[in-house]
């Protein structure tokens, strides 16, 4: 059975950073994608990034190349989300995701598996 849970969320100041955790349980993190999706009031859920697990690649959206960095501990089972330099457009629930295929997840956005997310409110 696979889940998947987030923690390290929280209200971090302007310029702050975080690190999210997703401890993942019933597969290997080398058989799946997993990634993070996000989900702000009033819009949708966009994918954030993502690490597929075959040979660690990596994918970020746009708006967070260069602040946000995915890492996995294959040791832990654990997938990690570095959040650096925060914006206040960052306040979002954070969701943890995972599928078997990058394209189901990354690009159709329909990832198999969700957490049940941890809130990041960025706010002075």
């Known amino acids: 059975q696979v889940q998947l849970v987030e923690s390290g969320g929280g209200l971090v100041q302007p310029g702050g950073s975080l690190r999210l955790s997703c401890a993942a349980s019933g597969f290997s993190l080398n058989d799946y994608v997993i990634g993070w999706f996000r989900q702000a009031p009033g819009k949708e859920r966009e994918g954030v990034s993502c690490?597929?697990?075959?040979?660690?690649?990596?994918r970020y959206v746009d708006s967070v190349k260069g602040r946000f960095t995915i890492s996995r501990d294959n040791a832990k089972n654990t997938v990690y989300l570095q959040i650096d330099s925060l914006k206040p457009e960052d306040t979002a629930v954070y969701y943890c995701?995972?599928?078997?295929?990058?394209?189901?997840?990354?690009?159709?956005?329909?990832?198999?598996?969700w957490g049940q997310g941890t809130q990041v409110t960025v706010s002075s």
């Open positions: 995701v995972a599928d078997r295929g990058l394209v189901k997840l990354w690009v159709l956005s329909r990832p198999g598996y």
């Open positions: 690490i597929r697990g075959s040979d660690g690649s990596t």
